[in-house]
């Protein structure tokens, strides 16, 4: 897929499975397994959209995605106030998640307008 948004979901995706390897095996079912889905619920939700035949349906699959990532970002926060993930790799998932936010706000206020 070309679309810019889903391949930097795709790369958030990837820094997320990778920061949550060295979290703490208690944490399997609980924070990993939430950032993990969550995560990867952006990217689906993206691509779902995208292969959607209206704008209300595409629009309806960003807003997803656009929560998911919020779930993303505030549990990547948590994961570092538990000490969790080293700072490097927390605040390269959070820049990505970041991007992330502000390249959904405007695919979906552009096709609002449209």
Do not use: H
Request: charged fraction near 20%; proline fraction near 1%.
């Amino acid at each position: 897929m070309d679309l810019l948004v889903w391949q930097r979901a795709i790369e958030l995706s990837v820094a997320v499975y990778r920061l949550t390897m060295s979290f703490p095996k208690s944490e399997t079912f609980g924070l990993v397994n939430q950032l993990r889905r969550a995560s990867v619920s952006v990217a689906s939700n993206i691509a779902e959209g995208y292969g959607r035949t209206t704008k209300g349906e595409y629009l309806l699959f960003l807003g997803n995605a656009r929560g998911s990532n919020c779930e993303v970002q505030t549990q990547l926060v948590l994961s570092g106030a538990l000490g969790f993930a080293t700072d490097e790799e927390r605040r390269r998932a959070e820049g990505l998640a970041l991007e992330i936010s502000r390249m959904l706000g405007k695919m979906i206020g552009t096709l609002c307008r449209a």
